[in-house]
């Protein structure tokens, strides 16, 4: 499975930590060209280093919410080996606080980095995928884009907000000669072990500070890397990432028992 990125140049977003770490590691080992971003080049240099194929890694820092340098940065990313065959966006940032509770000013930040961000940085690139005619954008959504639970309104209104997003544009370049290669997707991750929920932001702005205790008893990062690296090869449209357990369940559920979901989901409150 990791011999199809062989050679492949691919472009990372939220490569620093989490799931984007672990994805650097798991397309290093398949021989890929990686072009790795996040804000903190230290911790960029840090995951290069793990790479298992450091001198075809080229680190490129850059904030996400600062949407004018973005195009600039498109551009380094290509010239770095001279294309991009995909792009993994996973920067984002979590939430956890009542509807009620929570400010517009705390809803537009968590839309900027998870909505915003993504699409701009989609619209930026795709202009070179239709080029080349070829390209897969895949993009890191979550359960949460699917179903709505108690304190995550702020997180799944943006999640939800990329699969209507992304649905379309898939719809769009298909209808098109010049881009009907293109693939489109939309990862569907339930509990990741990961630190998202440490920087969740809540109500007054601040961060939550520890990890949930649904996160830890998520799928290990290295493990959800390998589910997501099978799905895109396959180029599936929107993959489930995750244990076979709650989480995968509470999307079956809603697609064939909406009603069901709606009477349980005021008891899934994240712990």
């Not at 949460?144 to 379309?168: Q, V």
């Not at 809603?254 to 069901?260: C, H, N, T």
Request: glycine share 8%.
């Amino acid at each position: 499975m990791q011999q199809y990125f062989y050679n492949k140049t691919i472009w990372i977003t939220g490569a620093s930590s989490g799931l984007g770490e672990a994805l650097a590691y798991a397309l290093s080992k398949g021989g890929a060209n990686l072009i790795l971003s996040a804000r903190r080049l230290a911790e960029l240099e840090r995951v290069a280093e793990y790479c298992q194929h450091p001198e075809k890694v080229k680190c490129l820092p850059l904030d996400m919410t600062d949407l004018p340098s973005l195009a600039s940065k498109a551009q380094e990313a290509i010239a770095a080996f001279g294309e991009i065959d995909m792009v993994f966006q996973n920067a984002g940032i979590s939430s956890r606080s009542l509807c009620l509770d929570t400010p517009t000013d705390v809803h537009r930040q968590v839309m900027e980095i998870n909505y915003f961000s993504v699409i701009h940085l989609t619209r930026i690139i795709l202009p070179h995928f239709i080029e080349r005619k070829s390209g897969h954008v895949i993009v890191t959504s979550s359960v949460m884009g699917k179903i709505g639970t108690p304190m995550r309104s702020a997180y799944a209104g943006s999640k939800h907000a990329l699969h209507g997003y992304f649905d379309c544009l898939r719809a769009e370049l298909k209808a098109k000669p010049e881009s009907e290669n293109i693939a489109v997707s939309v990862l569907t991750p339930g509990y990741i072990q990961t630190n998202i929920s440490m920087y969740a932001v809540q109500a007054d702005g601040t961060p939550l500070g520890h990890v949930s205790q649904n996160i830890a008893g998520g799928l290990p990062a290295d493990e959800a890397a390998l589910q997501v690296l099978k799905a895109v090869a396959l180029k599936k449209n929107e993959p489930y990432i995750g244990r076979l357990s709650g989480e995968r369940l509470a999307l079956w559920i809603m697609r064939f028992a909406p009603g069901l979901m709606f009477r349980i989901a005021p008891g899934l409150s994240p712990k």
